[in-house]
């Protein structure tokens, strides 16, 4: 089985941009929200077939983007084997403030921030940093 991207943006536009990038490495899931976006993350769980990535905005209605991530880490504390499931989590959000990376990187423990708008080749390149790549999608 291929890789599995999940992206949560609330911005219909942002989303399908990354729809359409991740789609050439991935099979992409998408929601709106981060309460959407949990959904599916923990359906992913309970069916054994866990994203390899997530891609998260911060600012969002309803639940915001370090909420989730967090919601998102102890959830996977929970699990049976500790460790088993550790996903890889981006968030990308129009701000480049410092206070907002920190919290992001080390406060909500994802694994890399990404200032929009953002390079392609920049993303490709994180992708591959983190072995997400994968150009055998079924």
Known sequence: MGKRYLIIEDDVLSRKILENFFSEFARCDTAEDGAAG????????LEDKPYDLICTDIIMPGQNGHDLIKKIRSREQSLPIHGYIRTTIFVISASNCSKDMEHALLDSDCDDY?????????LK??????????????
Do not use: H, S, T
């Not at 949990?38 to 769980?45: D, S, V």
């Not at 990404?114 to 920049?122: A, C, D, G, L, S």
């Open 38 to 45: 949990y959904g599916l993350f923990e359906q992913a769980i």
């Open 125 to 138: 390149a994180l992708l591959e940093k983190y072995n997400l790549l994968d150009y055998n999608i079924p």
């Open 114 to 122: 990404i200032v929009k708008p953002f390079r392609q080749e920049m």
